[in-house]
């Protein structure tokens, strides 16, 4: 319930110069999801596994129409 609604009290609101802007009260932003570095380079790996079947790709393609 913590990021969807706040009650300030008076007190609280004057420590903000009276500032009713939402973020000073609530913090809506979502937690970041922290990949640990193997899983980093795995996905990294798959990448380029994709990127370089797609060039090999492009070039027979570009072949077959004449391109070198």
């Keep these: 319930m913590e990021r969807f609604a706040h009650a300030a009290d008076l007190e609280e609101i004057a420590g903000n110069d009276y500032n009713l802007n939402i973020s000073r009260y609530v913090d809506t932003t979502e937690p970041v999801e ?3 570095v193997e899983d980093a380079l795995a996905q990294l790996s798959e990448a380029e596994r994709h990127r370089d079947e797609a060039v090999a790709r492009m070039d027979e393609l ?3 129409m004449g391109y070198t």
């Design 34 to 36: 922290v990949m640990s």
């Design 62 to 64: 570009l072949a077959g």
